[in-house]
């Protein structure tokens, strides 16, 4: 799903383009590896995570241009945990559990594709997400469901720590591995400008002609005015610079 999207292919948001391949990836896995899951058992599992998905859009963000990449394949992976605790038997309180870890842990994301690309490192997020997702699911699934924080406080954090988060790294590829991606080529680079200004200055500075009177004039005394004589050797060319 995520080369697809990067490919330019048709995709279906989940809940963006970007974050596209973690609820599908987690629902074919339990469709497929999971003897009891049915096709309609995977749609109603959409529905919960269509549910948790739009709870976070109107109370938070799922842009990665507004709050990192945090609200993106955080949100996601909230989804795929949702649904994936859904299809585990789980109930209601422990869905909400699952959603609010998956989130939790993601807080502080940045958004930082390399050349501005949903390529990388957005591809390999989506699969440590889907990952992830069902570990809290399973987690969850362990649990009595008594947890301090709800996912209602999970999503008030994402979006205060996304307003918190530098614009350099929300999706403008300023910083991040967007800045240090290939830094062997870059130090190369950066050497080669230093020889260069290196080699200017030089030519720079070897340039400079400075005349002192008569360019002929091989001598010349200077008469402080008090006192003290300073002789000066000096061609047409000042070796001040040298």
């Not at 999207?5 to 809940?15: F, I, L």
């Not at 909400?96 to 998956?102: L, V």
């Not at 807080?107 to 570990?135: F, H, S, W, Y």
């Amino acid at each position: 799903m995520s080369e697809n999207n990067a490919g330019g292919e048709t995709v279906v948001t989940a809940p963006t383009c970007g974050a596209c391949g973690i609820v599908p990836g987690v629902l074919y896995f339990l469709r497929h590896h999971t003897d009891d899951v049915t096709d309609e058992d995977v749609i109603d599992a959409l529905a919960v995570a269509g549910v948790i998905g739009n709870i976070t859009k109107v109370n938070a963000s799922i842009s990665g241009a507004e709050a990192g990449c945090q609200a993106e394949v955080g949100t996601a992976c909230a989804m795929a945990a949702g649904a994936a605790t859904f299809l585990m038997g789980g109930s209601t309180e422990q869905i909400e559990y699952a959603a609010s870890m998956a989130i939790e842990h993601m807080l502080g994301l940045t958004c930082d594709p390399v050349k501005g690309l949903v390529q990388v490192p957005c591809i390999e997020r989506n699969a440590m997400a889907a990952g992830r997702a069902l570990e809290c699911a399973q987690y969850a699934l362990m649990t009595n469901t008594f947890h301090i924080i709800s996912f209602d406080e999970v999503i008030m954090t994402m979006i205060l720590t996304g307003e918190d988060i530098e614009d350099s790294l929300r999706e403008t590829s300023k910083a991040g591995l967007a800045q240090t991606y290939n830094l062997d080529e870059l130090a190369r680079k950066q050497r080669i400008n230093e020889m260069k200004s290196r080699l200017m200055g030089i030519q720079r500075r070897n340039s400079i002609n400075m005349q002192w009177g008569n360019e002929d004039a091989t001598k010349e005394t200077v008469k402080e005015s008090e006192g003290g004589v300073i002789d000066l050797e000096r061609s047409g060319t000042s070796d001040l610079f040298a």
